[in-house]
């Protein structure tokens, strides 16, 4: 045998050798991960033996809510066939308390695996789940609450080519989706899909950038407001012919600059390609959000009530912004207590309650044009020398209208001198829209 040839001998060798190493320990793997699951499954089973799920003992779990819904409505609710498209902040909520509450069967799809940052909200997850898939995440810790209940798991994306395996497949029947995907496209093609093949849905907008639990709101997809996550999905449902019909969680705080913001993208990183390293996936999550771990949560526990509610039949009805009048009724005490301070004889003021909602909304986009504040608001007369009236009235915060007072109003300074070009710029920005929207009034 020349040289040449043996070395080519010595190389097919080894690749063999290398390529049937491989397979043994593929092989052994899967052997150990089957035992494993054998081992899971045998384990289950024995402890379901050992303590089996009387109806009397899943009742006495249940207790408290059939006390509350009664047994005709804990049925409703025990056989419920439930899917759950994203099981992140408050996907795990959703989970976890539905599962609480008694529903029978879930089914959790999500792609993703637990991360360390994601503990700052995750209903169940702890240090030891970090990096392994979320529907696996949930149901390990789910089934230990409730061992009775069936839950399927699909570590996989939703996506419409994968979108009737994952939601009607082996045999399901879903009675509700629940969407608390936070990926435009895909949230607005999940909720075209149930819109379409009429499976009730409920969907989650952002809680990013949200910190007061007072705005949290559930209601139709064409009443949400300062959630540009639901806006985004209402806009595009819109050009698919999808107006309304889906409950929607949102709150409707307002940004404000002294709150976390979201903030847009570094140009620069966006050309160093940093941005797709930042993302578990490509389009999705290419920033990181600013979220305070309790309002995730809170979407998801607000998304599990109205769901258990109007599964069990149980009369909720929402106050849709009763207390909004209480606020606005302040705002024109306060008008009317300026006419006093600023030496006015008429303390009457030329508008109605309901005109208040239009002038700080509309107009004024619930913030001040002084410092885009949108916390601590009243309304106040602006050029002292003219009458109250549509387009003499600025919504600015309770200090900024003391101050405005003392200036402007009592003291005399002229508006040019108190507010900077850009501020007087935007207030008569305002009133000319008003000025336009009025010929419509
Ligand atoms: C769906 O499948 C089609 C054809 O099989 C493919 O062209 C398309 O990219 C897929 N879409 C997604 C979102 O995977
Ligand atoms: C909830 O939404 C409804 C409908 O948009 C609105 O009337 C109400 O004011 C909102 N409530 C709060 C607390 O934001
Ligand atoms: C308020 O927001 C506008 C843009 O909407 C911006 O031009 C202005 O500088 C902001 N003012 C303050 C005080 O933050």
């Known amino acids: 045998m020349g040289c040449h040839s043996k070395l080519l001998l010595v190389v097919a060798s080894t690749a063999v050798l290398t390529a049937g190493l491989v397979e043994l320990v593929h092989y052994c793997l899967e052997e150990k991960n089957q035992d494993a699951s054998k081992s899971t499954s045998k384990r289950e089973v024995r402890s379901s033996v050992a303590k089996p799920h009387s109806e009397e003992l899943i009742r006495e779990q249940l207790a408290r809510n059939y006390a509350f819904l009664s047994d005709d409505g804990m049925d409703k609710v025990r056989n419920q066939n439930i899917v759950l498209v994203g099981a992140g902040g408050v996907g795990s909520a959703v989970a976890t308390m539905l599962i609480r509450s008694g529903v029978g069967k879930l089914r959790i799809i999500d792609f993703d695996q637990v991360s360390l940052s994601s503990l700052n909200r995750h209903a169940v997850a702890n240090l030891k789940d970090v990096g392994t898939s979320k529907v696996e995440c949930l149901k390990t810790h789910l089934l230990q609450i409730a061992p009775w209940c069936q839950i399927e798991t699909y570590n996989e994306l939703w996506n419409l080519n ?71 999905v209402r806009i595009r449902l819109k050009k698919r012919g999808i107006v309304s019909g889906i409950p929607v969680c949102f709150s409707a705080e307002k940004p404000d600059p002294r709150k976390a913001q979201l903030l847009p993208l570094d140009e620069a990183e966006m050309l160093k390609g940093d941005v797709d390293q930042l993302a578990s996936l490509q389009n999705f999550r290419v920033r990181i959000l600013p979220v305070l771990g309790t309002m995730p949560g809170m979407f998801g526990l607000a998304i599990a009530s109205y769901l258990i509610t109007s599964i069990a039949g149980y009369p909720v009805e929402s106050i849709e912004g009763k207390n909004r009048y209480k606020m606005y009724d302040s705002f024109l005490q306060s008008l009317a207590g300026q006419q006093s301070r600023i030496g006015k004889e008429d303390q009457r003021v030329p508008i109605a309650l309901n005109e208040i909602a239009y002038v700080l909304e509309e107009i004024f986009r619930g913030k001040s044009p002084i410092s885009n504040y949108s916390t601590r608001l009243t309304l106040s007369r602006w050029d002292g020398s003219k009458e109250l009236s549509f387009q003499n009235i600025v919504v600015m915060t309770k200090e900024e209208q003391q101050n405005h007072e003392k200036r402007c109003l009592n003291g005399g300074e002229r508006l040019e001198d108190v507010y900077s070009a850009e501020v007087l710029e935007r207030v008569e920005k305002r009133f000319k829209e008003e000025k336009f929207y009025s010929q419509f009034r």
Do not use: F, H, Q, W
Not at 181 to 210: H, M, R, W
């Open 162 to 232: 994968s979108s009737d395996r994952l939601l009607l497949g082996d045999n399901m029947e879903p009675t509700y989706i629940v969407d608390c995907i936070d990926n435009i496209d895909t949230k607005v093609d999940l909720l075209e899909y149930c819109v379409n093949k009429k499976l009730p849905v409920i969907s989650s907008g952002g809680a990013a950038c949200k910190s007061d639990p007072t705005r949290i709101n559930i209601t139709d997809i064409s009443k949400t407001e300062e959630d540009p996550l639901a806006k985004s």
